[in-house]
């Protein structure tokens, strides 16, 4: 992937703000771009109110707001809308959301009676709030981009990961991409082709009446052979934790695992931590406090592809070119 800086022009320079959910990303964002983190105030008081202010001005400038979708949820979204508030405010020229992980992603169309579609809700509080654009990476669900009726770009960490598993190939006996359920299949394809690798599928299929009840089963040979289960997300590890027990009972060897956001939530570091993965790579784009970090997990910073995608913003040039699209 190739990286290049250019000079300001079109807005005023890049003003990068972070919020509460993600300081260490926000730094090595800010330290690819070469500038340093604006300085906020952010309070919560006894009453559950939150409080911004901005410790400079940003009138006429380009002003990036980084903050991610991991715990508390509702206070770092309500955060993330109050500071765009207070940005747009303050007079900047633009105002561009950096969410690397996009809250409430799962909840994209009405599956149910009576239920909301709660990924729209918040794209409307987005826009509602004053941002001009937003930038994420790896939506759950690609519809989720018309919701927004604001400019946006949506990244993706397949160059990241892809290249990792690259370098870690020749270690690799047999190496066959194993997605955790079907509607990752294309994406899985991808990773398939790049790292000129056989494909499998997990199948899951109910029994009977009860929504519980279900039969995996893997479509493609992992018979004495090393697989690598991608997936977008690991939130509870649940899928992860049937897929591993379904390619093993097949006959694979080593199971590597590798997601884009490391939810993990509830249960998942004590059902990770049980499963035989030799090693499970993913990204920063959630932090993962120490307390939940296991041996074998390797973490990739998607900092640069970030600072490189909000250099790119910045000048008015293109996103796709830095794929080749």
Request: overall charge neutral; hydrophobic content about 40%.
């Amino acid at each position: 992937m190739l990286i290049t800086k250019h000079e300001d022009f079109n807005y005023g320079s890049i003003k990068l703000f972070c919020g509460s959910s993600h300081h260490e990303l926000a730094s090595q964002v800010a330290t690819f771009l070469g500038v340093e983190l604006s300085q906020r105030e952010i309070v919560k008081f006894p009453n559950e109110n939150i409080f911004v202010k901005l410790g400079e001005s940003v009138r006429g400038k380009d002003v990036f707001i980084l903050q991610t979708g991991c715990p508390p949820v509702s206070d770092n979204i309500l955060e993330m809308l109050i500071m765009i508030d207070a940005v747009r405010r303050g007079s900047a020229a633009r105002i561009t959301l950096v969410v690397p992980y996009m809250p409430y992603g799962r909840s994209d169309k009405k599956d149910q009676p009576r239920v909301p579609i709660t990924a729209r809700l918040v794209a409307d509080l987005i826009q509602t709030a004053g941002a001009d654009r937003y930038i994420t990476v790896d939506l759950h669900a690609g519809q989720i981009q018309g919701f927004f009726s604001i400019p946006g770009d949506e990244v993706t960490s397949f160059h990241l990961l892809s290249e990792y598993f690259l370098t870690k190939r020749h270690e690799m006996y047999n190496p066959t991409i194993v997605t955790a359920d079907l509607g990752f299949a294309k994406k899985g394809r991808n990773f398939a082709a790049r790292l000129s690798m056989p494909m499998a599928f997990v199948e899951k299929r109910r029994t009977g009446n009860d929504a519980t009840s279900e039969v995996m089963t893997v479509i493609g040979d992992v018979q004495d052979r090393d697989v690598v289960i991608v997936d977008d997300e690991i939130s509870t590890a649940g899928s992860i934790k049937n897929t591993v027990a379904v390619v093993k009972n097949h006959g694979a060897r080593d199971v590597y695992v590798s997601c884009t956001h490391p939810v993990f939530a509830g249960p998942a570091i004590e059902r990770l931590r049980a499963l035989p993965i030799k090693e499970l790579i993913t990204t920063n784009t959630v932090p993962i406090p120490p307390e939940r970090m296991l041996s074998n997990i390797t973490v990739l910073s998607v900092a640069p592809l970030l600072g490189e995608v909000i250099m790119r913003v910045h000048d008015g040039r293109s996103v796709g070119e830095l794929f080749n699209e």
